[in-house]
């Protein structure tokens, strides 16, 4: 019965670790179509009614997710925790009006910045077609990392603290 368990562990680890490898080679495929530019001042409007001004002396981390994708569901609260210590932009996609997005983020107590991209032209801009998409630039604008796919509070928290230097 011990090796049964011991043998099950084991398969069960090997498949986590497969998976955790596939699925970051997949976001480094899917990455490599993104937008490399130049972060430029971005004033966005956000649901808040509010304008989004960047802080130049700070890196920014710029999330791409929409209401209706299951993987930004299960990402928002890393994305709520960093918003918490870093600055953080998010962008919904086609996840309809302001108030259908206010309404979201109380339902899910989240309430990081958000700008509605309500019909997707900040995603064309930055070449975004899957979601969750995640950007992150230091405080000169430039791109320092970028993924798509689900990403840990861990994960965000050093590349965030990688992009400080």
Same mark, same amino acid.
């Given at each position: 019965m011990k090796e049964k368990l011991k043998h099950y562990a084991k398969e069960i680890i090997s498949f986590i670790i497969i998976i955790t490898i596939l699925s970051n080679l997949i976001s480094i495929y899917k990455s490599s179509d993104l937008s490399k530019e130049k972060l430029s001042n971005t004033n966005l409007e956000l649901v808040s009614g509010y304008k989004f001004e960047l802080d /130049?002396?700070?890196?920014?981390?710029?999330?791409?997710? @929409?209401s209706w994708c299951p993987t930004c569901k299960l990402e928002a609260q890393n994305i709520q925790t960093i918003s918490e210590n870093f600055q953080v932009l998010s962008i @919904?996609?086609?996840?309809?009006? *302001?108030? *259908?997005?206010?309404?979201?983020? @109380?339902?899910?107590?989240? /309430?990081?910045?958000v700008h509605n991209d309500e019909q997707g032209l900040l995603s064309s801009k930055f070449n975004v077609v899957a979601y969750p998409t995640t950007f992150i630039y230091d405080k000169d604008g430039n791109l320092k990392f970028s993924e798509v796919g689900y990403t840990s509070t861990f994960g965000l928290w050093t590349r965030m603290l990688w992009s400080e230097l």
């Amino acid at each position: 019965m011990k090796e049964k368990l011991k043998h099950y562990a084991k398969e069960i680890i090997s498949f986590i670790i497969i998976i955790t490898i596939l699925s970051n080679l997949i976001s480094i495929y899917k990455s490599s179509d993104l937008s490399k530019e130049k972060l430029s001042n971005t004033n966005l409007e956000l649901v808040s009614g509010y304008k989004f001004e960047l802080d /130049n002396s700070k890196p920014i981390l710029i999330h791409f997710w @929409a209401s209706w994708c299951p993987t930004c569901k299960l990402e928002a609260q890393n994305i709520q925790t960093i918003s918490e210590n870093f600055q953080v932009l998010s962008i @919904a996609i086609k996840s309809g009006s *302001d108030y *259908d997005i206010v309404e979201y983020l @109380a339902e899910n107590e989240l /309430n990081f910045y958000v700008h509605n991209d309500e019909q997707g032209l900040l995603s064309s801009k930055f070449n975004v077609v899957a979601y969750p998409t995640t950007f992150i630039y230091d405080k000169d604008g430039n791109l320092k990392f970028s993924e798509v796919g689900y990403t840990s509070t861990f994960g965000l928290w050093t590349r965030m603290l990688w992009s400080e230097l």
